[in-house]
């Protein structure tokens, strides 16, 4: 048994994973701004302030905070939220646990495949290639250099470059169930997705097989916008329509963020199957199916 911090511990992914941890039996410690639990603790980055007691004997850090990519337009502020929701954060664990000197068995962190940047080629991306010219990148590449600094400490950093996580309540999904299902632009942009169980699975294989570097989190078949759309259309038993939400309307109305709607590409999970993750659902009808 194991005691892990979880950040971003109240939201989609940090709730599910919660609960699997404790499930087996580990203990779980949420860091929270307003905590209302026993197993929450205070955290505040604006004050520089981590409730102590919440990191003595911890072994392992599951960092999960961040602000919605997608939540509000791209301004000059909101990128800026983006980013220091992220690298703030890690940096404070980071400068806390080194004061405590505690020894760490490993720092996990999110990242997003918006690591290679918002485009739609057919390469598929693994974990070897380059970081994206533009602002996705960027927020990736900074919040990942943020979690390598516990490797300085000689911490085993893993770092899990995430797709759509799909859920049966809130998440992605519950936006893209519209009455009349369609892709968005031109449908052929891929959409690398994950189950929440998957991902959640991924994160505790990171912690008991003692998983570290940096994998791809995303299921193994690949689908673009039109495909994603059709097949969510026929699980949920609505109409599908071929024509996709034009690029121009959808720029109209989220601004520069529309990017992340219009373009993808394909992303490997070859690497994290290599490693002995068994996907429970490995394609988009499997998924769709169970939730």
């Given at each position: 048994?194991?005691?892990?911090?979880?950040?971003?511990?109240?939201?989609?992914?940090?709730?599910?994973?919660?609960?699997?941890?404790?499930?087996?039996?580990?203990?779980?410690?949420i860091?929270?701004?307003?905590?209302?639990?026993?197993?929450?603790?205070?955290?505040?980055?604006?004050?520089?302030?981590?409730?102590?007691?919440?990191?003595?004997?911890?072994?392992?850090?599951?960092?999960?905070?961040?602000?919605?990519i997608?939540?509000?337009?791209?301004?000059?502020?909101?990128?800026?939220?983006?980013?220091d929701?992220?690298?703030?954060?890690?940096?404070?664990?980071?400068?806390?646990?080194?004061?405590?000197?505690?020894?760490?068995?490993?720092?996990?962190?999110?990242?997003?495949?918006?690591?290679?940047?918002?485009?739609?080629?057919?390469l598929?991306?693994t974990?070897?290639?380059?970081?994206?010219?533009?602002?996705?990148?960027?927020?990736?590449?900074?919040?990942?250099?943020?979690a390598?600094?516990?490797?300085?400490?000689?911490?085993?950093?893993?770092?899990?470059?995430?797709?759509?996580?799909?859920?049966?309540?809130?998440?992605?999904?519950e936006?893209?169930?519209?009455?009349?299902?369609?892709?968005?632009?031109?449908?052929?942009?891929?959409?690398?997705?994950?189950?929440?169980?998957?991902?959640?699975?991924?994160?505790?294989?990171?912690?008991?097989?003692?998983?570290?570097?940096?994998?791809?989190?995303?299921?193994?078949?690949?689908?673009?916008?039109?495909?994603?759309?059709?097949?969510?259309?026929?699980?949920?038993?609505?109409?599908?329509?071929?024509?996709?939400?034009?690029?121009?309307?959808?720029?109209?109305?989220?601004?520069?963020?529309?990017?992340?709607?219009?373009?993808?590409?394909?992303?490997?999970?070859?690497?994290?199957?290599?490693?002995?993750?068994?996907?429970?659902?490995?394609?988009?009808?499997?998924?769709?199916?169970?939730?």
């Open positions: 048994m194991a005691k892990i911090i979880i950040t971003g511990g109240t939201g989609l992914v940090g709730k599910r994973l919660s609960k699997l941890l404790i499930d087996k039996k580990h203990e779980v410690v860091l929270s701004r307003t905590p209302k639990h026993k197993n929450e603790f205070k955290w505040d980055v604006s004050s520089n302030y981590i409730d102590e007691k919440s990191l003595l004997n911890t072994d392992y850090i599951i960092h999960l905070a961040g602000a919605g997608a939540d509000k337009r791209w301004t000059k502020e909101r990128k800026q939220v983006i980013i929701s992220r690298v703030k954060t890690a940096n404070l664990l980071f400068d806390k646990t080194a004061a405590l000197n505690i020894p760490l068995k490993g720092f996990i962190s999110a990242s997003g495949v918006g690591y290679y940047g918002a485009i739609t080629s057919n598929i991306f974990e070897t290639d380059k970081v994206g010219a533009d602002f996705l990148g960027d927020v990736c590449q900074k919040w990942e250099n943020a390598h600094q516990f490797s300085t400490k000689k911490i085993p950093v893993t770092i899990l470059r995430t797709g759509i996580v799909l859920a049966d309540k809130g998440g992605a999904l936006k893209m169930k519209t009455p009349i299902v369609s892709p968005l632009g031109s449908g052929k942009q891929f959409l690398p997705w994950i189950h929440l169980d998957d991902l959640c699975g991924i994160y505790i294989k990171a912690i008991e097989d003692n998983l570290s570097g940096i994998f791809n989190a995303v299921a193994p078949e690949h689908h673009t916008s039109k495909t994603f759309s059709k097949a969510l259309a026929k699980s949920i038993k609505r109409p599908f329509l071929p024509i996709g939400v034009p690029g121009f309307l959808l720029k109209l109305i989220f601004g520069e963020m529309a990017i992340i709607l219009l373009e993808g590409s394909k992303i490997s999970a070859k690497k994290i199957e290599k490693n002995g993750y068994s996907f429970r659902f490995k394609t988009l009808k499997k998924a769709l199916y169970n939730l």
